[in-house]
């Protein structure tokens, strides 16, 4: 299992992105910044580049806030100050020592990503942003507010002479602990991206309810990201006070948290050097060039973000970053998914459908205000067999498939999963009795490689260790490791999903309009596909389709819906000489 | 009038169109007809101007109007109506109606021409002229929207599924007004599920499947085809 | 009782302009769903121009300076909605709005404490303060009251009556029915910035004397303005109206009862606090949009 886990063990000639490339230059810039001025004997640069390289730490967490986990925060700059003012307080108004006052530090900072995602579960996107940054607005009010604490106005000195004496190689321990933090938060952000956390991430970040389907919960995922990023965040902001000498409200004004968010906007959103990028140019070269013109340097940061958003919208690395992908990838075709990759080494037994039910819907009942989308439907899937679900638009197909996977609930009714009541489950726990699905527009998350799009569904397989049974999990890592999902043509998303759902060791499919914009051949191929997945995984599948041809073709039994209500069901050809169902052929079909 | 040109297109990785061609000439009507998720709206949203096709070309007026957007087009005298009634529910039903025309250059007096048109084919209309239009029914909203259209006096008319959630009987005199709207001369697309209803009015019609043209020809011919294909899924269930 | 009066008056007057923040918010969100972050910004060179453009006390210029000072600010937004507009065709990048009307504000905010310094302009009033239920209430307070009101109804009138101000809500109700219309709607949308601008500049002209006119109290005034929005109902102006006057009134209140320094901090606790809640605000019509 560990070899499935951490992938990226074989690095193939062109590569997927240039994380790790990034990531090592990134480590370099940041402690080659922070040593050499201080080997140099050089106090002012030193200084800078501290600081520099602590921002820098900030905004690569942001980044992965923001990109990996899809949280909009615009109020890092908070945490970071919480981190900060709870080591000035602890330290030096109550003189404990600093590793206790660098530790409530954290947490101070922890307590602040706690209340960040709060909100998060309920409100997304700019609300959400709004909501961080306002709360970065405030938090230098409540410093002065506070002044019995805080010291108002004044703030507080301390002292940390000790931390920035050189030490055995000339190197102050503050200068290694800012080059570690720096360098950590580039190992965490490129890191976290082959680990089963980061891939959830991404996944509850695009797609809530593939998410769902995948057993993830999307709040879950959110709290984590904002905690992880906080603690990073706090230990930055538990350093700065001994890089500066003391804190005060005015250098945490809300100006430094659009600092943070649009030094990862300038660099490229998602991309390691980014930020590194990003506080160079909005920070340190306006701290340079505009040397004697102090009060130019906001208006310079105002205008940079600006022309960078009209030039180069994928931000600068990430403008660099595109030029290469595309370089590449006119040098090298799309990879072309075969499903012989699926079923390799597999024998071909022949498991016929059983006689217990997979899904059994007794007298479902949904309406949506006054409209009613399913009118106490019955519904009896099989296990094992391929179960065709048709009808017209806005027949209740889609209200079906998202009762049985918990996406919305019915309002009277049973719903037994494999046996499991389902009424009253949240979606990720309905997965984990066994449910998978596809989506009618697939999910597929471009940052992650095809691999990683597969690897997902292997992700979310319970306490599950063992080797899926006689698939080739080998050979299809080799194979699709390192190729970016982005590429791939639809026909073979739709493959990719179905893999992840086979792999997840679902044995119920619910398939979604999964052979629209399949070209006549992927159709064929794909009814192959369903076949094999039957007769030689022995899965449960739920088949909802336009397309009769194909559901004729591989389906056991077939339901028809119509307004809400199960208007036929049976084998194909009950269901085909069933008078209730002839508008079907003439509205559908034919017409 | 309007000549689609192997047209492909589709949703961002996702194609829908292959390879799809027809014209209409001024004053016919002209149904498109084919399973749900055949690519029938998706071509009108591409005539119109959402959907940039990726290959292919739609020439209007022996212009090529594929890369203009979807305002221009309108402007130029294509008109699509979208699918499920839609108007704009939080105004009048004559305040829609001068919406209708607002973009386009028509006088005063045209748009009282047209309005009295209007509302004498649909007397409810009228009648339910200063009420907002999230109080009309489906098939009141549906009369609106064409109305909506009308007013604009468009050389060609896409009409998407303008039966989608009203009840049947609602269609003949839906129908009926678009007949009569073509005489004057426009071109009409029609996409419809109830084809033995639309067939009635057209005159040439289209039988799309999976994304391409599969039948075409007149209404007669199309009832041919359709009475010699209908046990078809029988058959290709047991083969 | 003459707590509650003060508390009153002075909140109901310092909620219409939190309001009138809020309508000149709706109007842009409501026609291109972007929510300018320099809103603020434009309420505070609104005040600007009536320190710049008043040299006399006298009540003739003043209301002869009012259209100018409005339509000067309605021309820099107009500016600012080509920029803000101009990446958004892109649709990969729809979110591009958030940062370039971030930037704009942080230029305004930077030109400003360049040309000024962090000191506040003080612009007299032109009108003597008056008594409301005992209370001394600057005219401008009283001033604002009343251009919130006017507003209001000038922009239902406009958005309900005149045939553009229909194209304008038509935007808002349902984009593509809009777009098959043939409306011009990047037209349209520039046109909702401008009257964005003039909403704004006659309101920080009009409450001059009593806001803080420098380069950072922009973001505060946006923030209230947003929270009012938010309470009220995202894209309704009426809801704008009752949500500047609730934030108004509960920020007095946590002035008398807890510290003019936690008027900001309750006011995040309201936004969050409805959010939770209520995330469609009071007035909102829960997802109305259709997909």
């Not at chain 1, 073979?492 to 399949?518: S, T, Y």
């Not at chain 1, 008078?579 to 079907?584: E, G, R, S, T």
């Not at chain 3, 401008?194 to 946006?222: C, D, H, N, R």
Request: glycine fraction near 10%; aromatic fraction near 8%.
């Amino acid at each position: 299992m560990a070899a499935v886990t951490d992938s990226g063990t074989a690095e193939r000639p062109a590569r997927l992105n240039s994380d790790a490339l990034q990531m090592i230059v990134g480590i370099l810039v940041i402690a080659l910044t922070t040593f050499i001025p201080e080997l140099a004997g050089n106090p002012y640069w030193s200084h800078t580049f501290q600081l520099v390289n602590l921002f820098i730490a900030v905004s690569i967490l942001q980044n992965i806030l923001l990109v990996d986990a899809g949280q909009a925060s615009f109020g890092q700059g908070a945490i970071f100050g919480m981190a900060a003012y709870m080591v000035g307080i602890a330290f030096g108004t109550h003189e404990i020592g600093y590793a206790a006052a660098f530790l409530c530090g954290v947490l101070a900072a922890l307590c602040g990503g706690l209340l960040f995602a709060l909100p998060s579960l309920r409100v997304q996107g700019f609300h959400l942003g709004f909501v961080t940054l306002s709360a970065a607005i405030v938090f230098p009010e409540i410093l002065v507010a506070l002044n019995d604490w805080t010291n108002g106005i004044n703030g507080i000195s301390l002292s940390f002479s000790w931390l920035k004496e050189p030490g055995t190689l000339g190197v102050s321990p503050l200068s290694l602990m800012i080059a570690a933090t720096g360098a950590a938060a580039l190992i965490l952000q490129v890191g976290l991206r082959r680990t089963v956390l980061g891939r959830r991430m991404v996944v509850a970040a695009l797609s809530p309810e593939a998410a769902q389907s995948l057993g993830i919960s999307p709040g879950l995922m959110r709290a984590v990201a904002f905690l992880i990023v906080a603690a990073g965040t706090g230990v930055a902001g538990a350093l700065y006070p001994a890089v500066v000498g003391f804190v005060s409200p005015s250098a945490f004004k809300f100006d430094l948290s659009i600092l943070f968010f649009f030094a990862i906007i300038v660099g490229g959103r998602g991309q390691p050097m980014g930020p590194i990028v990003g506080v160079w140019l909005l920070y340190l070269l306006p701290n340079i060039l505009l040397a004697e013109f102090v009060h130019y340097r906001l208006l310079a940061y105002g205008f940079v973000t600006l022309l960078v958003v009209l030039m180069f919208p994928d931000g600068i690395v990430g403008w660099l970053e595109k030029l290469r992908v595309n370089r590449q990838r006119s040098r090298r075709d799309g990879p072309i998914l075969h499903l012989d990759q699926l079923f390799s080494g597999r024998e071909a037994a022949n498991k016929e459908p059983g006689e217990r039910s997979a899904i059994e819907v007794r007298q479902g009942y949904k309406a949506f205000g006054k409209v009613v989308a399913l009118d106490r439907v019955d519904l009896t899937v099989r296990e094992g067999e391929i179960h065709g679900l048709i009808g017209a638009n806005g027949s209740g197909k889609t209200s079906l498939l998202n009762v049985l996977t918990g996406l919305s609930r019915i309002n009277g009714g049973t719903v037994l999963v494999n046996g499991t009541d389902i009424s009253g489950l949240p979606a990720h726990r309905i997965s984990a009795l066994g449910l998978g699905r596809t989506f009618q527009k697939p999910r597929i998350f471009p940052s992650l490689s095809i691999w990683g799009n597969v690897q997902i569904g292997l992700d979310g397989r319970g306490g599950d260790h063992t080797q899926p049974s006689a698939l080739s999990i080998d050979t299809l890592r080799d194979e699709l490791e390192g190729r970016s999902a982005d590429w791939l043509p639809h026909g073979q998303r739709r493959l990719v999903e179905v893999m992840r759902v086979v792999l997840k060791e679902a044995n119920i499919l619910l398939l979604d309009e999964p052979a629209a914009g399949l070209s006549p051949d992927e159709r064929r191929e794909f009814a192959n596909l369903l076949r094999n997945v039957s007769r030689r995984l022995g899965k449960t599948v739920v088949l909802v389709e336009h397309d009769l041809d194909l559901v004729w073709d591989v389906a056991d039994r077939i339901t028809v819906l119509d307004a809400g209500r199960v208007i036929a069901t049976g084998t194909p050809t009950e269901v085909a000489r069933n008078p209730a169902a002839q508008p079907l052929f003439v509205g559908s079909k034919h017409a | 009038m309007l000549e689609v040109e192997g047209v492909h297109a589709g949703y961002g990785n996702m194609p829908v169109l292959r390879d799809v061609s027809f014209s209409v000439a001024p004053g016919e009507i002209i149904l498109i007809a084919g399973e749900n998720g055949a690519g029938k709206s998706t071509l009108l949203r591409t005539i119109a101007g959402f959907i940039t096709p990726d290959r292919g070309c739609v020439r209007f007026d022996g212009r090529d109007i594929a890369a203009m957007t979807p305002e221009a087009i309108s402007r130029s005298g294509l008109r699509l109506v979208l699918d499920g009634h839609r108007v704009f529910p939080e105004m009048s039903v004559y305040d829609n109606l001068r919406l209708g025309a607002a973009a386009h250059r028509i006088s005063a007096a045209e748009f009282r021409r047209s309005v009295d048109n209007i509302f004498s084919v649909f007397s409810i209309l009228a009648e339910k002229r200063a009420s907002y239009a999230r109080d009309l029914s489906g098939g009141q909203q549906q009369m609106l929207a064409l109305a909506q259209a009308f007013v604009a006096q468009p050389k060609v008319l896409l009409c998407d599924e303008p039966s989608l959630g009203l009840a049947q009987a609602l269609l003949p005199p839906i129908l009926a007004f678009l007949k009569k709207w073509a005489e004057t001369g426009t071109a009409i697309v029609i996409v419809e599920q109830h084809i033995d209803i639309a067939l009635s009015v057209a005159d040439r019609a289209i039988i799309m499947e999976r994304g391409a043209t599969r039948l075409t020809g007149s209404p007669d011919e199309l009832k041919q085809a359709l009475k010699m294909k209908d046990a078809e899924p029988v058959t290709s269930g047991n083969g | 009782m003459d707590e509650l009066a003060i508390i009153l008056v002075r909140g109901l007057s310092t909620g219409a302009i939190f309001s009138l923040i809020a309508m000149s918010f709706n109007v842009v969100y409501s026609s291109s769903g972007v929510l300018n972050f320099a809103q603020g910004n434009m309420l505070v060179l609104g005040g600007l121009a009536a320190h710049l453009l008043l040299d006399s006390t006298s009540v003739g210029s003043w209301f002869a300076m009012l259209p100018v000072a409005a339509i000067a600010i309605g021309a820099v937004m107009t500016v600012q909605g080509y920029v803000t507009l101009l990446p958004m065709r892109f649709q990969q990048h729809s979110e591009s709005w958030l940062i370039s009307t971030m930037a704009v504000s942080v230029i305004i905010g930077a030109t400003m404490l360049l040309l000024q310094g962090p000191i506040a302009r003080e612009v007299p009033s032109v009108f003597p303060s008056f008594r409301v239920f005992g209370t001394r209430t600057p005219a401008p307070y009283a001033l604002a009251a009343g251009l919130a009101v006017v507003w209001y109804v000038a922009l239902r009138w406009f958005l309900r009556r005149t045939l553009t101000g229909l194209a304008i809500s038509a935007l808002s109700q349902d984009i593509d029915a809009a777009r098959t219309a043939g409306l011009p709607v990047r037209r349209l949308q520039l046109l909702a910035f401008t009257i964005s601008g003039l909403i704004i500049g006659s309101a920080g002209f009009v409450a001059a004397p009593v806001l803080t006119i420098t380069g950072e109290s922009g973001v505060k005034y946006v923030l209230n303005g947003f929270i009012a929005s938010v309470v009220g109902g995202m894209g309704s102006n009426t809801g704008a109206l009752f949500g500047g006057a609730l934030l108004g009134v509960l920020t007095m209140m946590t002035t008398y009862h807890v510290g003019g320094e936690f008027q900001n901090l309750l006011a995040l606790l309201l936004l969050v606090g409805v959010l939770m809640i209520r995330p469609e605000g009071i007035f909102g019509r829960s997802s109305a949009r259709r997909v």
